[in-house]
């Protein structure tokens, strides 16, 4: 990160920079400076080029007397120009914000997409007249540190400290100047919202009573191609108190195409591909019958439940491929489920093989679709619609008639094949628990702690899954191990943690006892990341929708459906 300088017509420029790549501009507010942007330029700048203006007055040198937002606006476009920025992504805050929003609007060839934290929008009376007088109180000459920061944040922030040295150190002509264009811009380029064509974001702190979740609402939802993020438990100064929310939402917004245009090069498709990838997802061949009765599949990972009632799936299915006429337009497709020993045919379905059924054992009626032997679960359709998506279409299908066992499923992650088995043994210590589920309650049992956990043990030589097994038979239940509902790394104690979902039909279990999914009978439950798991398992049980959480023991993420196929 390094502070430039550069001698032009408006005088003095002064910017931070850092990173290559596409440039992105930073806008700050009133009395702050470049600096007030450390933590995103920190990480934007590993893959763009980031430039964090000095406002003029705040390190640039001062605009003439009685510049309001237009000027400020106009003072930028010189800037993007005279660092030869071409067509730039700009971010700004509260009056940055105002003056990125007025670069859109009056020049939009120079902005590539905008995001406005902390933007204030068509302030009502009483406000307007309030800031309006706090404007004309700067001017004449009060200064009064204190306000600003207790509204700004909470007592025993540690950035407070470093924005009232900025505060103190700023020039107090350019700071009166700037903050009397700020108190009369709320409007000055709200009309241009409606023509905004490129990707917008609009984000402020659920608890800034200035620039408030509303304002950002109505921004969004008047510009053509707005997002909105309103980040919880914070005020003004969101890009300090907030960073990691902040810059992953601005690496989303960096990453947004304008609607309707494809702006990917093949290496972000790559990329992307590759993104797509880190979901663990199972592995599936869909068969149909063609024209002329003859067997053809497709293998795929891109498969989800959709809905209950009625029973509807998806899948996706590439327009490059061979067999996308015969499935678009059927009336009829199978999902089979591979199960863990079935990565053979997995490979043969994924390839162009003449004949993919020659080696594969199947059955089914004549017309029907084919069902493969073996897998773990299989569901047999009727096309309900395709729908178009990209290069892709989604087949959507009523289930007829499915069947499953309790063989696990074929696993896929980042390009690559894997078994519950084999991917336990990967690390240096891998714990998994039961969760056992019968009749709307799940089976706890007594952590030795005062407390309750699930059935959990240590995986051993045998695997994961037989693990599993093992801790439902000495249980003495009627289930089996089911799908991988939960992969998290406790950092904490230093191993993985898998949780098996696992349904659960009779039996009086050994041990332990059935509890009530609800947030209530769950308070016993003392291990915080098993909890919240069983508390997100209740509300899904309730919309039969589930989902795989992947991350550690603090945070992660739910995911349901994956894009792409080995």
Known sequence: MMSKTLQGSDGTLAWIEAGSGEPVLLLH????RAEAWGPQIEALSKTHRVIALNM?????????EGSLLREYVAWAARAIDALGLGRVSVAGHSMGALIALGLAVTQPQKVARVALLNAVHRRDPAARAAVLARAEAIAGGEFDLDTPLNRWFESGDPNRAKVAAWLGNVDRKG???????????????ADGLSALACPALFLTGDGDP???????????QTARDGRILVIPGHRHMVNLTAPEPVTAALQAWLA?????????TQDQRRALRDAFGTFMTGVTVVTTMDAEGKPVGFTANSFSSVSLDPPLLLVSIAKSSSNY?????????????LAED???????????????????RWYGEPQASPILAGVAAWFDCTTRQVVDAGDHALLIGHVDSFASNAAPGLGYYRGSYFTATAAVRTGPEVVVSAVIEQNGAVLLVDDGLGGLTLPTAKVGRA??????????????????????YSVYEDVARGHQHIAFHCPCSGGTPSRGAFVELTPAALTDVTDQALRIMLERLSEESAQGNYGIYFGNQTQGRVARVSGETP
């Open 463 to 484: 695997g994961a899954s037989a693990t599993v097994a093992d801790m439902i038979a000495a249980l003495g239940l009627d289930a089996a191990p089911g799908f991988i």
């Open 29 to 32: 507010g009133v009395g702050m």
């Open 342 to 360: 079935q990565r053979d045919i997995s490979t043969t379905f994924a390839k162009p093989v003449a004949d993919r059924f020659a080696t594969v």
């Open 56 to 64: 003029p007055g705040h390190g640039s040198a001062l605009l003439p």
């Open 210 to 220: 200035n620039s408030t979740p509303e304002m950002a609402r109505r921004m969004a």
């Open 175 to 189: 700071y009166a100047m700037a903050y009397r264009a700020f108190a009369l811009g709320d409007a000055t380029h």
């Open 256 to 264: 947004q195409a304008p609607k309707g245009q494809d702006q990917m």
């Open 325 to 337: 006429k015969t499935f678009a337009e059927g009336k009829h497709f199978a999902i089979n489920i």
